[in-house]
């Protein structure tokens, strides 16, 4: 292995085995001050890939912040502790990571930029576009075509939760080993919309995958806790930590699901979490009128695996209640018996590729 040369961030030099955070420079706000994205750059003392993880590319998806913060610095939040996830001494490689991405947008509590766009839907952005597209081109420029493997970390919107999924393109060999590295249960084939920084990442040479899990405007601990094993996963995989790769005990690769929607409107109560196991036929959640009374069932048409839910009980006819993957009976009574076990009990992991002749894939339906 060669020497490890200093990293070079904007003309910000970080020498071998240090940690910097710095800040990636955006223009301006509107009270004229300079306008900045935080990042910090571990970089390490043996040769390795250069991998970067981005939260908050929506502003009110607060997890991925969370996960970024508990994997530098531990559940106690002080540097330097024995907590802390990634000693750059022992790192091979570089880790950018990108706690907050679209910083205006998570001031004002919302998913989109001041100007009203959605950051994922214009990359890789232009340097004179819009105040998104601008802000696009800057992460796209600086930190994903610097680095040679991308993780993008996201939640559910507001009004439901989804059970922590990897979405990735799983036509894409290197895409399907990060993704299969990070060790969720459930891993969505999707190469994502057009202007996604997966989906544009990924066509630049940038293997990239994303992780939804949890709901919006809230750290939650199960998906930070979920979330950093899994990145550490990934860098085990690629070598740059040394660690072993934590497998699920059983996992579905899904290419086509279904969305269960409300055939009323009224007020949802839902009978089931994210995460459970259901039967063709059975009711998964109700609907009520006003007064409470029961007007409508929510039926699964499938047997399948809930991977997201409403959480929120104000509905209309057509909302989307549940995502449920379609599994087959044999199957499905292998994920009940596995999911009764420990984690850990993982020495003859069960991997299924589903594919729904009837449901619609990710990304027909990502809004
Ligand atoms: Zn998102």
Known sequence: MGEVKNFNFCGEIITPGTR???ALPIGSDPMGQSAEIPIQILHGTKTGPIISVIGAIHGDELNGTGIIHHLVY????RPGTSDDHIDPNKLSGT?????VANVDAMMMNSRTSPDGRDLNRV?????????TSRLAHAIFTHIVKKSDYLIDLHTAPYTRMNVPQIRADLENSKCKRIA???GTKVIMNSKGPKGSIRREATKVGVPAILLESGSSHRFEKDAVEGGVKGILNVLAKLKMIEREVEKPNWRILVRKF?????PVGGILHTLVPGGAVVKEGEVIAYVTDPFGARVDDVISPVNGYIVG??????????????NIVFVREKKLHEIISKEKMDEGSYDDITEQDIEDD?????DETER
């Open 258 to 262: 279904r969305w269960v929607r409300s």
């Open 74 to 77: 531990g559940d106690d939040h």
């Open 180 to 182: 299969r590295a990070f």
């Open 20 to 22: 910097l955070d710095t």
């Open 95 to 99: 880790v950018l990571l990108v706690p």
């Open 358 to 362: 009837e449901g619609s894939t990710l």
């Open 123 to 131: 990359f890789p952005g232009t340097a004179d576009g819009s105040q």
């Open 309 to 322: 839910l409403a959480t929120t009980p104000l509905v209309r006819p057509g909302d989307p209640i549940a």
